[in-house]
């Protein structure tokens, strides 16, 4: 079948030092920067599943933007069917949960089923679980149905995380582009 060989992730284990202080966002503070090479967009996890992205560095310590978080968004794969979606961080529903948006009203979406990481964006390797639903409302005169997610990785309480080297630094870099003027004029036709 000529498969590639899966590739391998790089990771270190990181120590949460603090909640932001901010009452309007969901984020925490590692104890690890790019004095322990930690790269923008690194995906956090535990030992439940995927808790968020590191969204800026600094040289000690790095913030990490939970999925909860309202401006959180991630590429996710249902288990079940197999189909493709976008799970986002739900300011709308009390204790921090998620919602999966832009689904059909008659999406094969049912309570319970497993979301993991689809590893479409370059970021989160393949597999990793989500969330699972929590609630599906298809109302007949909207276009979309309501899905409610719970992360299965819970972040409250946590103190010690797993960051994971984004899955497109791992690729090798894209070739330069061929500029056809100079390929015509070093073959000498036009």
Known sequence: LELRPALTVRSQAAQVLYEAADP?????IIDR???SDIKLASP??????????VTRVYPLS???????DKDA???VLNSRTQARGAAFGSAATTGGGMEMRFMAGNA?????????TSGVDGIYPPGVPVAKVTSVDRKSDAGFARIMLAPVAHPDGIRHVIVIEPVGAQMPARPEP????????KGGRK
């Open 108 to 116: 094969d979406v049912q309570v319970g089923d497993l979301l993991t």
């Open 62 to 68: 790095s913030e990490v933007t939970l999925l909860i």
């Open 178 to 185: 061929v500029d056809e003027t100079k390929a015509t004029k």
């Open 73 to 75: 968004a991630i590429p």
């Open 44 to 53: 956090v996890i535990n030992e439940a599943g995927v808790l968020g992205q």
């Open 33 to 35: 920067g790019t004095t």
């Open 24 to 28: 309007y966002s969901r984020k925490l």
